[in-house]
């Protein structure tokens, strides 16, 4: 069972703003926190921020704090992630994961968007 | 924030050998919230043990997590095929919460 369904890959020029979406099943999208991680080509995973759609309730990491914005649309079970005034070291594959109910761990994955910054 | 520190880089080893992966943290976690992530290349990320030592739903008995404090395990006993990946650790003792680079582990 697909719980978190992703958009497809994106080309953006530096400068530029690009919007990853999330589709949610409906039991993930109404009881859990969905959260944005990244991974940079070569590079470990990194936490960007997360919302828990059913309260509204958003936070963000400190580095991403006044670049990114994570919404969620309850007409669409769908989450977002926008990143604005990209640059080249945006460049990596985004991926939401669900907050497992238990701890602050992951148990559950979209299948990761490629966001590419190149002018 | 915690740094997570994981070694080896690259493991290199046979099938139905058996692999012992370190993660190393900056500073205690406590409650041993620290997490085990198995990636196969182009896809997403798996979880395999939370709690340091609790395997998630539907991974096999071969996959072991131990350890405290700044020092914390995964083991695959008997590798098989399909075990060739990228494994992630991750604390979420104190936010923010943290990932460790990654041991990639492939077949001689």
């Known amino acids: 069972q697909v719980h978190l369904l992703q958009s497809g890959a994106e080309v953006k020029k530096p400068g530029s703003s690009v919007k990853v979406s999330c589709k949610a099943s409906g039991d993930t999208f109404n009881t859990y926190t969905i959260a944005w991680v990244r991974q940079a080509p070569g590079e470990g995973l990194e936490l960007m921020g997360r919302?828990?759609?059913?309260?509204?309730?958003?936070k963000y990491e400190q580095k991403f704090e006044g670049r990114v914005t994570i919404t969620a649309d309850k007409s669409t079970s769908s989450v977002y992630m926008e990143l604005n005034s990209l640059n080249s070291e945006d460049t990596a594959v985004y991926f939401c994961a669900r907050k497992a109910r238990l701890g602050y761990y992951f148990d559950d994955w979209g299948q990761g968007t490629l966001v590419a910054v190149s002018s | 924030e915690i740094v997570l520190t994981q070694s080896p880089g690259i493991l290199s080893l046979s099938p139905g050998e058996r692999a012992t992966l370190s993660c190393r943290a900056s500073?205690?976690?406590?409650?041993?919230?620290l997490a085990w992530y198995q990636q196969i290349p182009g896809q997403a990320p798996r979880l395999l043990i939370h709690g340091a030592s609790s395997r998630a739903t539907g991974i096999p008995e071969r996959f072991s997590g131990s350890g405290s404090g700044t020092d914390f395990t995964l083991t695959i006993s008997g590798l098989e095929p399909e075990d060739s990946a990228l494994y992630h650790c991750?604390?979420?003792?104190?936010?923010?919460?943290?990932f460790g680079q990654g041991t990639k582990v492939e077949f001689k």
């Open positions: 500073q205690s976690v406590s409650s041993d919230y």
């Open positions: 919302i828990t759609p059913i309260l509204g309730v958003v």
């Open positions: 991750q604390q979420y003792a104190r936010s923010p919460w943290t």
